[in-house]
């Protein structure tokens, strides 16, 4: 790969997609790599935390 990719933060190991979207978590947001925002947990989706407490017999 000869062209670097002018989005890439410096490490020369950047994976950019279609969307801007690094491998690293990092989004092009026009004018350079920032980390992207947490979306909030969608409070119909399917992780059940149940186990994670501590069971008593």
């Known amino acids: 790969m000869t062209d670097q990719d ?3 933060c410096g490490s020369g190991v950047c994976i ?10 990092q989004v092009w947001d ?4 920032v980390t992207s925002k947490l979306a ?10 149940s186990n994670l407490t501590e069971k008593k017999n």
């Open 16 to 25: 950019i997609n279609q969307h801007g979207q690094c491998w690293c978590g």
């Open 40 to 49: 909030p947990l969608d409070s119909g989706s399917n992780s059940d935390q």
């Open 30 to 33: 026009g004018k350079e790599m």
């Open 6 to 8: 002018q989005r890439c």
